[in-house]
Structure formats: structure tokens, C-alpha cells
């Protein structure tokens, strides 16, 4: 059943870097005090980052170093914490002290065999920490905030670092655990990027998966809108961290949002789009730095005309796959070679063949491009180029490619009647030796 006029937002972890900015986001919600809504929070600022470095020390044998890193982290949270409140509430104090101790008692053990796994049970707790301080500071501002565990609520496989969310049972647990509490008044306040199997194991969905969280909220709720609040305006025509002369778009369709978001527009995760899709909710893109401007809305095709606009996913490795015999690449090699690509969850972002060779794009992440090439090596030989970038246009215009181009070396090159991608390279400075 469709809950009345229920929101969902989502702060990411740049709205909740610090003190100043948690401040922030309760004057935000000020604005919608008695209404129905769902929050979903991120890490605070970089705690993830902070937490794979953890992660890594623990898995490597260093416990030390990981106890270090973690303590770090504990103290930051309570100086974040103490700068809130001035006196932390004692309950705060306590649950913190409980998520950072279970993390503890993970380094009194050795690390499993599945590194995945370890990563999934300490990286959570960024979300878990976040969650507990923004929930009591809302609490303490007046704003009657439930908290809710997302690893109750949205069910996985046992796809470690990506869980793949069982959808019927994720439906069921969060009207069984969410709308009682919608019910009774007040916000409800869960993590985002966390779920759980069904052995009560912690999976992560996926770097910057709060988005998706939040959309999977949003699915199952039946909310009228979901509002993912950012550090500026809306979805541009690039990143400006990357670009000059950028300029806000007001609407975008989903199509357009998924192609963008799926080669890097990193402003929305590209899981965000479908469960959004699939029940005509609106995605609205705002500013939390300046909350009364309209952002950008996602939603149906409306015949709109959008002008070029670029994505840029960084750390692509070129595959060169040929065949060993200088036999043809044909349909048969094909399925195997994707077979191994599914195995190692390479994610191809482009591909290309000619008579005896195959070239794959594809995100590198750990030492799955490595993995890949000695499953294949029996019968295929691999020549791998990193380091790439692969600049994705859509509307693209000859300026704007030509311009995507400069100082740069490219090796690929895919054109649709839509879309231009370039995999492209720094082209190397040539240097006297002195
Ligand atoms: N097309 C785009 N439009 C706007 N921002 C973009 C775009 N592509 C990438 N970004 C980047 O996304 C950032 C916001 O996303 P992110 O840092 O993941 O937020 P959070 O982690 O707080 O949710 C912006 O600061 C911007 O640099
Ligand atoms: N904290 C997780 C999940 C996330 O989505 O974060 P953010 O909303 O800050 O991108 C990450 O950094 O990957």
C-alpha cells in the first residue's frame, strides 16, 4: 500500500563531513518537521576511505595498524560528536562504543579466506557511526527521528562488496520494520550502503551505494519523490571538478541519468535509476548548500533537448585478448572469454573485435584484470594497458570532442548516433635527462 506523501532524502557524505554540516542538514529537515520521510546517510565525510585503509592493515596481518586506524576514526567521531552537543548523551557514547568494539573483536580473530567478506564487516561501520550521531543530533533539535538497523531491512546474497538485493523479501522487511514507525510519527533515519544476508552477515552494495539504498527505500515505500542532497546545484554537463564552464541541467530523463551515471557521472550511483524507473518516482538533485534552489528532476522523457554532456570514468584497463593460433575470434571464443569475465566480475565498459583479437574497457578494480588474464591464457594471448580513462558524450557536438581530445593520446573510439567514447591516455612528457 502506498504510504501518503512519503519522501525519501538522502545525505551523502559531504552534507555530513562535520559538525557545521550535520548542523546544516537538521536546519534542512526543519523545513519538514510533522512530514512523512525516510533518511538515508552515508559515511560522514571520507570514513570510508578511512575504514578500507582498516580494512586492508587487518587483511594483510597488520592488526596493529588497523587498531591505530580505528581508533583514529573513534576519536574523530566523539571530537565531531563533542563539537555537536558540547556533552555527548550517554546513550550516544555508548552505542558508539559498542560498533567500534565489535569491530575489535573481528581483529581478535584471523582474517577469513574471503577478503571480500572481512572488508563488508568493517567498512559498515562508517554508515552504522553516521547514523547513531545524526539520528541523536535530530533527536536533540527536536525533530522526533527513528533509527532504523538498513541490515534489517534490505536482504542480499552473498555477493560480498556488490550484494545483489533479494527484492521480494527486502519489500517485506522494510513495510514490516518502516512503516510502523512512519506510522507513528516522526522520521525514520537508516544507513545507506548496507544490507545483510541471510545468515545475518553484513554485505555492502558497492562504493557509493547509498543512492541505491535510498531508491530501493523508495521502491519499496512507494515514495512520491526521493532527493538526494549534494554539494552543488544539480546534475551539470560534466563534473567541475574535472571541467570548466559547466552548466546545471533542470530535467533529465531516466534514460538519460542511467547512460550518464553507468560510464561515471559519479553524482548518482547507476544502480539508483532502475527501482526509480520501474515505479515513476521522481529523483530530484539538490544543494544542501543552498537548499531553497529547485535542483535537477530525473524522471520520464518529456522530449526534451539536452546539450553535450560528458562523463569521465577514471582507472579503465585495456584488454587486448588474440587468439594464440591466429584462428578467428568467433562466437565460441567469445562466450568463454565472457564466461571468465563474469567469473572475475570484470565490468566491461566497452568492447571491440577485429578478425583474431578482442579488446575489452574495463573498470580496474584489485587484481581481477590479472585473474582474468591467467584463466584466459591457455588459449588466448593478453596485452593490458592501465591507467586509462574512458570520456564518455552524449549529445556530443565536433568541438566538444575535439576539445575531450587535447593532451591526450587515444586508443578506441566507439560513435553511436547519441554517444561518443574515447579511451584515452595522458600523452607521455617527454623530459631531457640532466
Ligand atoms: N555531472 C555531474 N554533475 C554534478 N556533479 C558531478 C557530476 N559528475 C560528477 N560530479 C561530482 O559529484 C560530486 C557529488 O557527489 P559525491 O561526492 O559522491 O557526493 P556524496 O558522497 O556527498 O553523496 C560533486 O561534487 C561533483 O564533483
Ligand atoms: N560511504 C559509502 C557509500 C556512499 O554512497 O557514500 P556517499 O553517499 O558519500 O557517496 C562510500 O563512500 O562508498
Request: charge should be negative; hydrophobic fraction near 40%.
Amino acid at each position: 500500500m502506498p504510504t501518503p506523501e512519503l519522501n525519501v532524502f538522502k545525505f551523502g557524505g559531504a552534507s555530513l563531513k562535520d559538525a557545521a554540516a550535520i548542523r546544516n542538514v537538521a536546519n534542512i529537515l526543519q523545513g519538514y518537521a510533522g512530514k512523512q520521510l525516510v533518511i538515508i546517510v552515508s559515511a560522514m565525510g571520507k570514513t570510508t576511505n578511512a575504514l578500507e585503509l582498516v580494512a586492508r592493515a587487518y587483511f594483510d596481518g597488520d592488526v596493529p595498524t588497523a587498531r591505530q586506524r580505528l581508533t583514529e576514526l573513534h576519536n574523530a567521531t566523539l571530537t565531531t560528536a563533542k563539537e555537536l552537543f558540547g556533552q555527548i548523551p550517554e546513550d550516544l557514547v555508548t552505542s558508539l562504543n559498542d560498533l567500534f568494539v565489535a569491530v575489535e573483536w573481528i581483529f581478535d580473530e584471523a582474517p577469513s579466506d574471503l577478503y571480500d567478506y572481512d572488508y563488508d564487516q568493517i567498512v559498515s561501520l562508517g554508515e552504522l557511526i553516521s547514523s547513531q550521531v545524526v539520528a541523536a543530533w535530530l533527536n536533540h533539535e527536536g525533530l522526533q527521528t527513528h533509527w532504523v538497523d538498513a541490515r534489517d531491512c534490505i536482504l542480499t546474497d552473498n555477493t560480498y562488496r556488490e550484494g545483489w538485493v533479494q527484492w521480494p523479501e527486502t519489500q517485506a522487511r522494510i513495510g514490516q520494520h518502516v512503516r510502523p514507525l512512519l506510522a507513528s510519527g516522526g522520521f525514520v533515519l537508516t544507513q545507506g550502503f548496507i544490507g545483510s544476508t541471510s545468515e545475518n552477515f553484513t554485505t555492502t552494495l558497492g562504493r557509493e551505494g547509498s543512492d541505491y539504498s535510498a531508491a530501493i527505500f523508495s521502491y519499496c515505500l512507494d515514495a512520491v519523490a526521493m532527493t538526494i542532497w549534494k554539494d552543488v546545484p544539480g546534475v551539470l554537463t560534466a563534473d567541475p571538478r574535472l571541467f570548466e564552464n559547466v552548466t546545471k541541467v533542470e530535467r533529465l530523463s531516466y534514460r538519460e541519468a542511467i547512460e550518464m551515471t553507468y560510464y561515471g557521472a559519479s553524482i548518482i550511483h547507476p544502480k539508483t535509476i532502475k527501482p526509480l524507473q520501474n515505479k515513476s518516482i521522481p529523483l530530484f538533485v539538490r544543494s544542501f548548500v543552498d537548499p531553497t534552489e529547485k535542483g535537477t528532476e530525473i524522471s520520464d522523457e518529456a522530449g526534451d533537448n539536452y546539450p553535450p554532456m560528458v562523463a569521465v570514468e577514471k582507472f579503465q584497463a585495456l584488454v587486448n585478448i588474440s587468439t594464440r593460433d591466429f584462428s578467428f575470434v568467433a562466437e565460441h571464443h567469445i562466450k568463454q572469454l565472457f564466461e571468465h569475465i563474469t567469473t572475475t566480475r570484470l565490468q566491461v565498459n566497452m568492447m571491440q573485435n577485429t578478425a583474431i583479437s578482442f579488446n575489452i574497457v574495463v573498470n580496474d578494480i584489485d587484481d581481477r584484470v590479472e585473474r582474468f588474464c591467467q584463466l584466459v591464457n591457455a588459449e588466448f594471448k593478453t596485452a593490458v594497458e592501465r591507467d586509462l580513462e574512458l570520456i564518455t558524450v552524449r549529445h556530443y557536438t565536433s568541438e566538444v570532442a575535439d576539445s575531450m581530445r587535447r593532451g591526450k593520446v587515444q586508443l578506441l573510439e566507439g560513435r553511436m548516433p547519441l554517444t561518443l567514447q574515447m579511451v584515452v591516455k595522458e600523452i607521455p612528457v617527454i623530459r631531457r635527462k640532466d
